[in-house]
Nanobody, 127 residues
Framework: QLQLVESGGGLVQPGGSLRLSCAASGSTLDGYAIGWFRQAPGKEREGVSCVSGDGDSIDVVDSVKGRFAVSEDRVKNTVYLEMNNLKPEDTAVYYC????????????????????WGQGTQVTVSS
């Protein structure tokens, strides 16, 4: 059974960078689309980025495009979210999750479509 664990969050100043990791266990990542999400206090969980099951299709939402990038290391069974030029509005708990059906491309970020949620990692952007 696939399990995902996020790490790499922390406190960073505006304009700074962080790299989050989503480490998989119990199964390889092959065939799973992996999505990154975030949830700020008082707000709904929103999708940030996704890599398809074959690893060839990557989506980044407009609000972070040009600042965030997703990559994966199949050998380490880990997906990364590289976050640059961070802004206070990026402050949130960041989660990763899996989708077993989206092999060639990601089809959306509605939380009900995703499973194997990690516990989240806090990212705080503040001076």
């Amino acid at each position: 059974q696939l399990q995902l664990v996020e790490s790499g969050g922390g406190l960073v100043q505006p304009g700074g960078s962080l790299r989050l990791s989503c480490a998989a266990s119990g199964s390889t990542l092959d065939g799973y689309a992996i999505g990154w999400f975030r949830q700020a206090p008082g707000k709904e969980r929103e999708g940030v980025s996704c890599v398809s099951g074959d690893g060839d299709s990557i989506d980044v939402v407009d609000s972070v495009k040009g600042r965030f990038a997703v990559s994966e290391d199949r050998v380490k069974n880990t997906v990364y979210l590289e976050m640059n030029n961070l802004k206070p509005e990026d402050t949130a708990v960041y989660y990763c999750a899996a989708n077993s059906e989206w092999y060639y491309f990601c089809s959306g970020y509605a939380p009900r479509w995703w499973h194997s949620w990690g516990q989240g990692t806090q990212v705080t952007v503040s001076s």
